[in-house]
C-alpha cells in the first residue's frame, strides 16, 4: 500500500514561492526567513507553536489560539516579550502583507531563541525569543478517508513530556508516523499509558457508536481547539458526547471515526489496523459535525 495520504494535504498552489514570513518584527521574502543554528528551536525543539486557520477573513478562533500559546510559554517559563494583541497584530500584518482572504493556514512558532553556546540550559538563550508566522495558501486536499494503524508509541505521562504542550519537540509523533506509513497507513493511532484509545500523532481522534460521540478523556490527549468545538457543537444540538476510556475492540466496531484538527476541521477515517470503519466513507454523524462546525467558525467571525 504505496498510496499515503496526509491529515494536512493541500492542493499545490504556485503562490506559496512568493510567500513573506513574520521573523522578528520584519515580514520578509521566504528565502530571507532565515534562523541561527544556535537556536533553541533547531538546536533543542526548545519553543511552543499555533497552527491558525484563515476563513473569510477571519482567523477561527484567534483568541482560544492566543490563549494556549500564552499559556504554553508560561508552562515552559519562555517570555513572548510580547502581549497577545502584538502578537494578533503581527498575524494580520503577515496576513495583510500576503494579500490572504481565505483558504489560508498560519504556523506562529515561538522558541526561546539564539543560545550563545550550543547546551542545553536555558540560561544560555540570553538574545530573547524568536518569534515566527509562516502563512501559506493552503486548501484540504484530502482525496480520501484516512487509513490509520495502531502504533507503539504512547502519549505519554505529564512529568515526562505533557500532551498537551503544542511543544517544538515532536519527535514521538513523528516517530508514530512512521511506524504508521511502514504499516502501510497514513497516520499513527497512538494509545496512552493505560492502553486506552488516545489520539493520532497529528490530530485528535473520535468515533461514533449508535449515534453517540465518543473521544479520549483528554488526560493525555493534545489540548485541541478543534476537538473542544466538536464536544461543543455536539453538546448544544443535542448529540450525545463522551470523553472517556475506551478500546481498540471500541473502535474497530465503531459506525465512523474521524479526527479533529484546525487545518482539516473533521477529517474521516476509513480503515484502522486493516478494519474497515462503517462504510468505509464519511458517515452522516461526521456531515453533520462538520455542518455544526462551519456554522460556529461563521459566529466565531461575527463577534
Known amino acids: 500500500m504505496t498510496d499515503h495520504v496526509t491529515t494536512h494535504q493541500a492542493q499545490e498552489d504556485a503562490r506559496n514561492e512568493d510567500i513573506l514570513i513574520y521573523l522578528n518584527g520584519k515580514v520578509v521574502p521566504k528565502a530571507e526567513a532565515v534562523v541561527s543554528v544556535y537556536d533553541s528551536g533547531f538546536m ?32 515552559i517559563d519562555l517570555d513572548i516579550g510580547i502581549t497577545p494583541d502584538a502578537m494578533k497584530q503581527a498575524i494580520e500584518d503577515t496576513r495583510a502583507a500576503n494579500g490572504m482572504t481565505t483558504n489560508a493556514h498560519a504556523r506562529l512558532m515561538v522558541t526561546r531563541g539564539v543560545k550563545t553556546r550550543p547546551f ?36 505519554g505521562l505529564p512529568m515526562t513530556q ?31 499509558v493505560n492502553g486506552f484509545v488516545n489520539t493520532t500523532n497529528a490530530c485528535n481522534f473520535f468515533i461514533v457508536r449508535k449515534g453517540a460521540v465518543w473521544t479520549s478523556t483528554g488526560d493525555y ?26 478500546s481498540l475492540v471500541d473502535t ?16 474521516p477515517v476509513g ?17 453533520r459535525i462538520r455542518d455544526l462546525y462551519k456554522k460556529l467558525v461563521e459566529q466565531d467571525a461575527q463577534q
Not at 120 to 144: A, F, N, V
Not at 252 to 267: H, I, N, P, R, S
Open 120 to 155: 542545553q540550559h536555558p540560561g544560555l538563550s540570553q538574545q530573547g525569543p524568536t518569534i515566527t508566522i509562516i502563512m501559506e495558501h493552503s486548501k484540504p486536499s484530502i482525496p480520501r478517508p484516512i487509513r490509520l494503524a495502531t502504533v507503539p508509541h504512547i502519549r
Open 252 to 267: 474497530y466496531g465503531a459506525d465512523e471515526a474521524f479526527l479533529t484538527g484546525t487545518f482539516g476541521a473533521q477529517t
Open 162 to 192: 505533557d500532551p498537551k504542550l503544542n511543544s517544538h519537540s515532536k519527535l514521538n509523533c513523528i516517530l508514530a508516523c512512521i511506524a504508521a506509513e511502514k504499516a502501510g497507513a497514513d497516520e499513527g493511532l497512538m494509545l496512552d
Open 221 to 246: 490527549c493534545m489540548n485541541g481547539i478543534t476537538r473542544q468545538k466538536v464536544i461543543d457543537v455536539c453538546r448544544a444540538d443535542g448529540i450525545p458526547v463522551f470523553e472517556r476510556n475506551y
Open 44 to 75: 533543542l525543539g526548545d519553543g511552543v507553536w499555533e497552527g491558525l486557520r484563515l476563513y473569510e477573513g477571519h482567523w477561527a478562533f484567534l483568541d482560544e489560539h492566543m490563549d494556549r500559546l500564552f499559556e504554553a510559554a508560561k508552562a
Open 271 to 287: 480503515e484502522v489496523d486493516g478494519r474497515q470503519i462503517g462504510t468505509g466513507d464519511m458517515g452522516p454523524m461526521t456531515l
